[in-house]
């Protein structure tokens, strides 16, 4: 841990200046308590560091949550072994594929039997909260269910036991980024017309008792509970498909789901914050957790170490070192598949942008936040999907 200012804290040994510095200027926001703190896979985001944990009084900031609310993993444990496994993996992976839509706009063509009762859940919520999801999306029913693309993946990994994980990464798909951004500009907006000068304009706020708060925070439980169903829908359809390829049915040991955009109301240093996790997991002492890597490089399973000056707080994973355009101009499709070696996946160059190389070695990341969680579980990939 570094104590950069008196209002900012980072366990990050790998930081670019220019994210320093967005981190800086974000602690400096007057309704920051007590301080901002950096994770170790903190990188350039949008108004504020992806990877950043940010208590707020009275205030929040929509690009502080991140513009795909409720992003986050979710991983179960199985029975099974690597010596149980059949030898070609294929089959598996485009099973998956079929089963689970991918890549940016797709979604299910109807909604299916066991997404039912979780659509159910989410209209009864929104309706309580008061407003229609379908003004954002006229299709988000269709979306539970739904990969996505960039770094959503879906992966088959073994543990340090050869013991088998199942292992998935999203949000809430469109649905979630289009209340994300109506919010930010809704936010932006409020600045204007109340002659507020802000370091960035994407760290507009909305201020607690007002009505366009309490929409967003309304707004923003309703997607963060869809991404939370949408990870459950998509493991559902995983542990069938792993099922039916290896013949037996899957016998659950345990099953993880956590975000890491998202923020609730948490007391810290004896007031009660907003606290929103941008890039970052909630890490109370004792609570499970999960930390991917990059495609083709390790994921842990992990259990928080409470840290007080960290915001109970830790990584979400690797952490991007080059951008996804200088990703494609510096690396080649030949690394890629070098990288890959071993790994079931479908070769192509549309996944260059998320080569191992363009993102920091998640080695360094899990060592720097050694006080911040300890590591139950080392998974390595065996079978990895991930959408265009």
Known sequence: MEKITSRLFSWASLLEANTEQQARTTSTMPFIYPHLALMPDAHLGLGATV???IPTLGAVMPAAVGVDIGCGMIAVKTQFVAGDLPADRKPLREAIERAVPTSAGRANAKVVATAEPRVSELTAL??????????????WQLQVGSLGSGN???????????????????????????IAQTHIKVAQAAMKRWWITLPDPDLAYLVEGTPEFDRYVAELRWAQ????????????????????????????????????????????FGKDVWLSRKGAISARAGEPGLIPGSMGTASYVVEGRGDPVALQSSPHGAGRAYSRSAARKTFTHEQLREAMTGIEYRDTDAFL?????????????????????????????????KGD
Not at 126 to 139: L, V
Not at 158 to 178: I, P
């Open 51 to 53: 990877g950043s944990v």
């Open 126 to 139: 929104a309706e309580a909260a008061g407003f229609d999801p379908s003004s954002y999306a006229k299709t």
């Open 152 to 178: 959503h993946f879906i992966e088959v990994s073994l543990d340090e036991t050869d013991a088998v994980w199942l292992f998935l990464h999203s949000g809430s798909r469109g649905v979630g980024n289009k």
């Open 225 to 268: 509970r869809f991404a939370l169903l949408n990870r459950e829908e998509m493991m559902d359809r995983v542990v069938r498909q792993f099922a039916d390829w290896v013949g037996a049915p899957v016998d659950e040991q345990e099953r993880i789901n956590c975000h890491h955009n998202f923020t609730q109301q948490e007391r810290h």
């Open 353 to 385: 942008d998320e080569i191992p190389a363009a993102y920091k070695p998640i080695d360094q990341v899990m060592a720097d936040a050694a006080s911040l969680v300890t590591i139950r579980h080392t998974l390595r990939q065996i079978v990895n999907v």
